[in-house]
């Protein structure tokens, strides 16, 4: 069974609309790395119940994706973010060579800080 | 029955994962700011029902929200960015006191575009 990545970034998002129990198994298999059979023997079910329950698991994080876009929304976020901070840092640099005005270097560091907060 | 202001902000989240009648119903009392009896009306149900049909979309936006938290971390987000364009038309009034590095303007104004993005 072929570990689809796109789900380690949706359980962040849509993981707690899942049951408990299918959290944790999909949680095991996704974040703890652990194989079909480790879980099987864990949870006292069958490897091929560990294996649908994961499958319907990914199916509705997915679906619930497709209908909502929140993964993607907060994904664009992230890349500006970057822009952001890469801008802030040529400012910085430019600042740097004109003498270095603390104005603008305690402004750059706030941007960065407050980029950093959201990127964590 | 009083309006929810967080549910405005929450059907731009979660509207999607309502019953498109569901959706429709909660959209024109919040959005177009019908009366219960004029969407009755228009959609042929009581005005009970129309009640009723409200209640249960706000509970469950209200729960995806308590679950899932996404609309909370979205408006930090926006908390941040309004944060980072105050920093950055700072440093752009002070390099104007300083005579106006070209350099540092078009990084001040590419964060400010970034933010705006983001924000729209």
Known sequence: M???LRITFLLDFYGDMLTEKQREVV???YNEDLSLAEI???KGITRQ???DGIKRAE???LEM???LGLAKRFRSVQEELTQICDHALQIEAENEKNGGDPVI???VESILRSAKKLTD
Do not use: W
């Open 2 to 4: 072929a570990k689809d």
């Open 27 to 29: 949680e095991c298999y």
């Open 40 to 42: 099987a023997e864990e």
């Open 49 to 51: 119940g560990v294996r």
């Open 59 to 61: 199916q509705q994080l």
């Open 65 to 67: 994706e497709e209908r």
């Open 105 to 107: 270097r305690q402004n």
